[in-house]
Each structure stands twice: as C-alpha cells, then as structure tokens.
C-alpha cells in the first residue's frame, strides 16, 4: 500500500529495529516498495533508494532501485569513509523535503543477510 512520505525527523538520530519473519514486517517492504514505485512513476523515475523510516517505521530494511529492485535487510555499517561537504552534496543532486542536514557518505561498506 502506498504511504505518505514522513517528512518528519521522529527517526532522526534512532537506531532501528531489526527486521524479523513477521507478517507486519513484510508489510512495511511491500508498502516500502508500493511506495518507492509510486514516487519513481510520479517524478519520471527520480528516486533510487528508500529506507523504512521515510515512510514511519522504525525497522532496519533498505530498498535500492538504481539496477533493479535489491532488498537490503537489516544492514549494519562496517566501514565507511568521511561525510560529504554540502558543496559535495549538491553535486550529487539530492532532493529532500525533509527538514534539517541528512549526513551522506562518500563510501560506505554493508553487511546484510
């Protein structure tokens, strides 16, 4: 189902839960992907990652779109290089109407199951 965008920082700075074999686990990923195909279709296809909390759960679970769907649950960062300057940022051209500075990294290692 497609959820609105939550535009709020409630998450921001909360480390969240993991995701397990729930019925109401898989609902957030299906709403996560309803969501993300939604939005990519409304904005010609601009968009290319989605994480749980954009759409107000709390639950360690990304989705990539960039090449093909690729569910990433619960990831954990296992090295990473430095934040990009905001000048960085720019380049990148990232859009958010969320309020306040979202941290970016220049590289970032993974590890998920």
Do not use: C, H, W
């Amino acid at each position: 189902m497609i959820q609105e965008l939550d535009k709020s920082n409630f998450f921001k700075g909360m480390i969240s839960d993991p995701v397990e074999n729930t019925e109401r686990d898989m609902r957030v990923i299906r709403d996560m992907l309803d969501t993300m195909t939604y939005y990519r279709q409304k904005n010609k296809d601009e968009g290319y990652a989605m994480t749980a909390n954009m759409i107000g759960a709390n639950k360690r679970v990304i989705i990539l779109f960039k090449s093909g769907n690729k569910i990433i649950i619960n990831p954990v960062i296992i090295d990473s290089a430095e934040f990009l300057t905001p000048e960085e940022v720019e380049k990148v051209r990232i859009r958010t109407e969320r309020n306040g500075r979202i941290g970016i990294f220049e590289d970032i290692a993974l590890e998920y199951y």
